[in-house]
Each structure stands twice: as C-alpha cells, then as structure tokens.
C-alpha cells in the first residue's frame, strides 16, 4: 500500500510540477564567429540541463549603443546564427529595446558588438529577451496533455510565490524538462535553485 501511495504521488508529481531555472544573460556563436572571437571553435566547460547543452569556456564583452556587459558567457554548440539573450535590465543598460521573442525568432532584433580576445563581431541584429518557456519531452508532454507552443501558466513555490502567465511549452525529443525563467523574473519572485514550479492548463 505504501508503495503504491508514493508511486501515484510520483506520478501526480511529474504530472503538475517542473523544476526551473533561472538563465543570465549569455551568448550564441556560429563556428565561424567562435573562430574570429577565440580563434578556435567553442570548448565545451560545464555540460548544462538540456542535452548536449554546454557552458563554453569562452566569454565575450557584449556592447550597445550605452553600456556594456563584460564576461557574458558563452552558450555551445554553435549554432546557425548569433544570438544575445538578455533580460529587460539588462537590454535598458545596453541602450538596445530588446524584444521578447522565443529562441531563434531574432528578426527585426537589435544587434550589438561582440568582443573577445582575438577579434570583435557587429551583429545587425540578434539580442532579445528569452520569452519564459518549459522544455518538455514528447512523453513527459503526453502524460500532461500538453501541445507545442501551447501556452500555460506557471505557478512558482518559492521565496515570493507568484504564478507566471504566457508560458510557452516548447517540446522535442532532445530536451529534458525544465522551465527557464530570466534573471528579472527571479528576482521578482525570490527564486532559489531547485525551486519547482505547476503547470497550469490556459
């Protein structure tokens, strides 16, 4: 009986409840702009939450019309297009009015210049705000009767306990489940690591 009681407590608890985590702002590079910054490709440093995810070694000066961030990490692999994610904070210090937009929908976006030891890079375009989301599995959004971009609401147990509206569910094979919430969302809410948070259906 006891057995059977924590195996229906498990199973509700993957049902409503996902871990989340908060992303600082941070960097994407193709492989030939990782090799003008560093002069080589991307080294992978400290594998992240979702597979084959990696924080590099690497880190870049990210500069904007106003004001300039040091140290940004740098996010691998590379990928097919630049990208700068920021939160509003920091896009205010930038000078740069960063749209809030999902990963990869960086069109009509800001640039800015990157800087690193070997050269320095001019995008016309690529910094946004990471719109908040939930990367799920096809069977972990099966078991919750969830859809691609379908959008939810988020309810955070933490220090300030708040329920997040326009969460996007972003689901692949190739992701683990995660919410991902910005550093100015965070804050708002008194986030600590390992806070979990419940789905909430429309």
Same mark, same amino acid.
């Given at each position: 009986?006891?057995? +059977?009681? &924590?195996?229906?407590s498990a199973?509700?608890?993957?049902? #409503? %409840?996902?871990?989340? &985590?908060?992303?600082?702002?941070?960097?994407?590079?193709?492989? &030939?702009?990782?090799?003008?910054?560093?002069?080589?490709?991307? !080294? /992978?440093?400290? /594998?992240?939450?979702?597979?084959?995810? %990696?924080?590099?070694?690497?880190?870049?000066?990210?500069?904007?019309?106003?004001?300039?961030?040091? *140290?940004?990490?740098? #996010?691998?692999?590379?990928? *097919? +297009?630049?990208?700068?994610?920021?939160?509003?904070?920091?896009?205010? !210090? #930038?000078?740069?009015?960063? @749209?809030?937009?999902?990963?990869? =929908? !960086?069109? *009509?976006? @800001?640039?800015?210049?990157? #800087?690193? @030891?070997?050269?320095?890079? !001019?995008?016309?375009?690529?910094? $946004?705000?990471?719109?908040?989301?939930?990367?799920?599995?096809?069977? =972990?959004?099966?078991?919750?009767?969830?859809? =691609?971009?379908?959008?939810?609401?988020?309810?955070?147990?933490?220090?300030?306990?708040? $329920?997040?509206?326009d969460v996007?569910?972003?689901?692949?094979?190739?992701?683990? @489940?995660?919410?991902?919430?910005?550093?100015? &969302?965070? *804050?708002?809410?008194?986030?600590?690591?390992?806070?979990?948070?419940?789905?909430?259906?429309?």
């Open positions: 009986m006891e057995h +059977a009681l &924590e195996a229906l199973q509700l608890l993957g049902q #409503l %409840f996902v871990e989340v &985590e908060a992303s600082g702002r941070h960097v994407h590079v193709t492989k &030939e702009q990782a090799i003008i910054l560093f002069g080589h490709d991307l !080294t /992978p440093a400290k /594998p992240l939450s979702q597979p084959g995810q %990696f924080a590099a070694k690497e880190r870049v000066t990210v500069v904007g019309p106003k004001g300039r961030f040091e *140290n940004v990490a740098v #996010l691998g692999p590379a990928r *097919n +297009a630049a990208q700068v994610e920021v939160s509003l904070t920091d896009a205010r !210090t #930038l000078g740069v009015d960063a @749209p809030i937009r999902l990963s990869g =929908d !960086t069109a *009509n976006s @800001p640039g800015c210049t990157l #800087l690193g @030891p070997c050269g320095e890079i !001019t995008l016309p375009q690529g910094v $946004i705000v990471a719109k908040r989301h939930i990367h799920l599995p096809p069977e =972990d959004a099966a078991r919750r009767g969830l859809q =691609d971009k379908e959008v939810v609401k988020l309810k955070l147990f933490s220090k300030r306990p708040l $329920i997040f509206d996007v569910v972003r689901i692949s094979k190739d992701f683990a @489940p995660d919410a991902h919430i910005d550093y100015d &969302e965070a *804050n708002a809410c008194g986030f600590t690591k390992g806070d979990y948070g419940m789905i909430v259906h429309g």
